[in-house]
């Protein structure tokens, strides 16, 4: 009995860690669509999010970043406490903390205005905290692309081929809209992959955390 409440005792601050980790995604699209609906100028096919961090209300994204940013990390930590050990059990833990660290960076450095958003600024310039904000979010883009493929090994290692297959096909199509974007030609429908691939990625991290946590 005294066994079973220790184990008890023990995995339970993993299933929180897991759980806010579970939680990021969703909670930060929620916000970040919510602001993408009601503040003037902003349009999903020319801005990316981090630019809401921008005006009167930017502070709302900023701390949108800093949340989302720390849940990610509790999230990885509860992660590589509870995989197993084998194939990508350190490794995949590690780059989703290193993409949570790169959220509190980007609420730090603040993405530099432009482009019409917010209302009345005029082409986009480029500031030494923007510079920070770009280097900071393609480390973290980049660390979680990393990670897809280190869960499907692992998952591919384990038998599990459907989450294998899962987890590379959002890490391509993640890594072919994020090329996209960084070309410079950002176009409308480059804009709108990228959108749909981010939350698609961070999907990806939600499932993997709840199947875990099962």
Not at 43 to 65: C, E, R, Y
Not at 92 to 99: A, C, D, S, Y
Not at 190 to 198: E, I, R
Request: hydrophobic letters at 50%; proline letters at 4%.
């Amino acid at each position: 009995m005294t066994i079973t409440a220790a184990r008890t005792h023990v995995a339970l601050p993993a299933r929180a860690l897991l759980a806010c980790g579970a939680a990021s995604g969703p909670l930060y699209f929620l916000t970040t669509l919510v602001q993408a609906a009601v503040r003037d100028g902003f349009d999903l096919t020319k801005h990316p999010a981090s630019m809401l961090s921008n005006g009167g209300a930017g502070w709302i994204q900023v701390t949108n970043f800093l949340v989302s940013g720390v849940l990610v990390i509790a999230g990885a930590i509860g992660l590589r406490r509870t995989l197993e050990p084998g194939r990508g059990s350190t490794w995949g833990p590690r780059l989703l903390g290193v993409f949570g660290v790169s959220m509190l960076f980007a609420a730090v450095f603040k993405a530099d205005p432009g482009n019409g958003f917010p209302v009345g600024s005029g082409p986009g310039t480029i500031s030494t905290a923007g510079v920070l904000h770009m280097a900071a979010g393609s480390i973290g883009f980049l660390s979680l692309i990393a990670a897809t493929f280190v869960f499907a090994s692992r998952f591919s290692r384990e038998g599990n081929r459907g989450w294998a297959v899962y987890s590379r096909v959002i890490g391509i199509a993640f890594f072919a809209s994020f090329a996209g974007i960084s070309s410079g030609n950002a176009n409308a429908v480059v804009m709108l992959a990228f959108w749909t691939t981010v939350m698609l990625a961070w999907g990806w991290v939600t499932a993997v955390i709840l199947r875990t946590n099962r």
